[in-house]
Nanobody, 121 residues
Framework: QVQLVESGGGLVQAGGSLRLSCAAS????????MAWFRQAPGKEREFVAA????????YYADSVKGRFTISKDNTKPALYLQMNSLKPEDTAVYYC??????????????WGQGTQVTVSS
């Protein structure tokens, strides 16, 4: 069992930055990937970024490449998402996920409650 709690969301203007945090507890050693997903109103949940929990490989959706950076701290443990040059289309609830999947897109087994990111134009 893995518990995930996101924080750091908020309201920012376009071009601004936010840093999301995901505090993990439980059996994180069983996770091969941790990731960020987001869901905007009326849209399907979409992949944002992923990080191998043991290793350095990272993966990004094309829509966030060059703007977002995923990072991790295996000792806390925690997952982070640094979001720069935010756009209104980044507005969504952002979810942290963990899983034993061998594929960075999932399926993921555990999800946080989400944190709201709103980017105004």
């Amino acid at each position: 069992q893995v518990q995930l709690v996101e924080s750091g969301g908020g309201l920012v203007q376009a071009g601004g930055s936010l840093r999301l945090s995901c505090a993990a507890s439980g059996r994180t050693f069983s996770s091969y990937f941790m990731a960020w997903f987001r869901q905007a109103p009326g849209k399907e949940r979409e992949f944002v970024a992923a990080h191998r929990w043991i290793g350095v490989s990272t993966y990004y959706a094309d829509s966030v490449k060059g703007r977002f950076t995923i990072s991790k701290d295996n000792t806390k443990p925690a997952l982070y998402l640094q979001m720069n040059s935010l756009k209104p289309e980044d507005t969504a609830v952002y979810y942290c996920a963990a899983g034993s999947t061998n594929y960075y897109l999932g399926p993921y087994d555990y999800w946080g409650q989400g944190t709201q990111v709103t980017v105004s134009s």
